[in-house]
Nanobody
Framework: QVQLIESGGGLLQAGGSLRLSCAAS????????MAWFRQAPGKEREFAAG????????YYADSVKGRFTISRDNAKNRVYLQMNSLKPEDTAVYYC????????????????WGQGTQVTVSS
């Protein structure tokens, strides 16, 4: 079992930056691929960024590529999402997710989820 707790969300203006953090419980954190998904009101949950196991291969949705950076610290059981040049369309609840094996791009592929943290970007 893995428990995930996100933090770092907030309200900010377009063009600003924010760093989300996800703290994971358990001693096998390094065995899980981690990802950030987001869900805007009235829309489906979508993949934003993912990072592989120990090798740290990263994957990004086209909409965030070049602006967001995902990273992980296996010693601290944490995964981060650095978000720069934020846009109003980035407004969503951001969720941390974990799964065994490689990074998946679809929400149903993930077993463990955090409760989400709200990010609101004003124009």
């Amino acid at each position: 079992q893995v428990q995930l707790i996100e933090s770092g969300g907030g309200l900010l203006q377009a063009g600003g930056s924010l760093r989300l953090s996800c703290a994971a419980s358990g001693r096998t954190f390094s065995r899980y691929a981690m990802a950030w998904f987001r869900q805007a009101p009235g829309k489906e949950r979508e993949f934003a960024a993912g990072i592989g196991l120990i090798d740290g291969n990263t994957y990004y949705a086209d909409s965030v590529k070049g602006r967001f950076t995902i990273s992980r610290d296996n010693a601290k059981n944490r995964v981060y999402l650095q978000m720069n040049s934020l846009k109003p369309e980035d407004t969503a609840v951001y969720y941390c997710a974990a799964r065994s094996g490689g990074v998946g791009l679809r929400a149903p592929e993930y077993v463990f989820w955090g409760q989400g943290t709200q990010v609101t970007v004003s124009s």
